[in-house]
């Protein structure tokens, strides 16, 4: 799986996630008209389509360190025209997650973006609703041309000497 650091919504590749202890945002909100044209100021994108093209693009969830506390986590990928994401459309949203449930590196989602023009604003952000007092753990999300669908299958009673 590729990693672009400009797809990350938490953290940095060298320290990946986001401590989740209230709602919030992510640490990163993508902004997909950042880049210009020769400096001029003028966005090349004005409307985005990010889920149709070349290839696919996934949103990715992944736990870092586990989890604790009590209470539920929800996770919704969002899209709005303010960086703050304050009026914010939802695009994709997670199953609710017991908190305490969660271990450390646990895949918690990986799904294939929408596509079409009118689904995209200019930012892209996630949110993390929780209710309760989660403690300790991180979240760790991002975009990817790819996902990780490897299985580990391990026989009953295999022994390896």
């Known amino acids: 799986m590729y990693l672009d650091s400009q797809l990350l919504f938490t953290g940095t590749p060298a320290a990946p996630g986001q401590a989740i202890t ?18 001029a100021g003028v966005p090349i994108n004005t409307l985005q389509s990010l889920g149709v093209g070349v290839g696919d693009l996934y949103l990715v ?11 539920n986590i929800t996770i919704s990928l969002e899209t709005d025209s303010a960086a703050n994401l304050a009026s914010s459309t939802v695009l994709v949203q997670s199953p609710t997650f017991v908190a305490s449930s969660i271990g450390a590196n646990t895949d918690l989602m990986s799904i294939q973006l929408p596509g079409g023009l009118q689904l995209y604003k200019r930012y892209l952000g996630l949110r993390f609703t929780c ?10 999300g991002f975009l990817s041309t790819s996902r990780q669908a490897n299985s580990l299958f391990v026989a009953p009673a295999f022994v390896v000497a």
């Open 131 to 140: 209710t309760g007092t989660p403690t300790g753990g991180t979240i760790w």
């Open 22 to 39: 209230a709602t919030a945002i992510s640490t990163n909100v993508i902004d997909t008209q950042a880049t210009t044209i020769g400096g």
């Open 61 to 71: 969830l992944r736990s870092g360190a586990a989890f604790g506390g009590t209470g």
